[in-house]
């Protein structure tokens, strides 16, 4: 009798996990907390040295590319309190690539970079070129714009605003002689 007692009992040890699959299924490793998508603002653009021929209007035809000048990037939020600025210098091609690190949105729409956020210029260092211009409101804030530039990888995702081309002019310009 106590060979038959063993044997049921052996008999419902293996039946077990077949009546509650959900013990034979526990994982003794803790549940993996999903991986969250690292989502960085950008703006970029670009700085030129307007020619001398179009000082005073928004051309930038015959301006060349400026290394090393400095651009902001403010923004502000809903209440025209500032929330973030830094300043950033373009590359040897003049151009500057902004990541916006420490940006945040309190409201998603009032304080998004379309409506917050501008890029002026700082500084220039051509000392031929380091007057600040208007072109494309670079003296007081060029807006931003959404042109569907988005990078993406597994785990990260850039969103690129662009603000226009922006301009230093030169100081002293010779006045063309015309016969």
Not at 85 to 90: H, N, P, S
Not at 135 to 143: H, K, W
Request: include cysteine; charge should be positive; charged fraction near 15%.
């Amino acid at each position: 009798m106590a060979s038959n007692q063993l044997t049921i009992v052996i008999c419902s040890l293996l039946l077990l996990p077949l009546v509650f699959p959900s013990t034979a299924a526990y994982n003794e490793t803790a549940p993996t907390k999903p991986i969250e998508k690292k989502v960085d603002v950008v703006v970029e653009g670009m700085v030129y040295c307007q020619s001398c021929k179009y000082s005073g209007s928004w051309s930038l035809t015959g301006a060349k590319p400026i290394p090393s000048a400095k651009v902001s990037v403010i923004c502000k939020n809903s209440n025209k309190q500032v929330t973030f600025y830094k300043a950033f210098e373009t590359d040897a091609y003049g151009y500057f690539y902004a990541n916006l690190d420490g940006f945040k949105m309190s409201n998603n729409v009032l304080d998004h970079p379309l409506h917050g956020c501008h890029a002026k210029l700082v500084s220039s260092p051509l000392t031929n070129c380091s007057l600040l211009s208007n072109v494309n409101y670079g003296l007081y804030g060029a807006p931003l714009r959404f042109k569907n530039k988005v990078l993406r990888g597994t785990h990260y995702e850039a969103v690129i605003y662009a603000a226009g081309p922006m301009a230093f002019r030169p100081a002293q310009c010779t006045s063309e002689s015309h016969v």
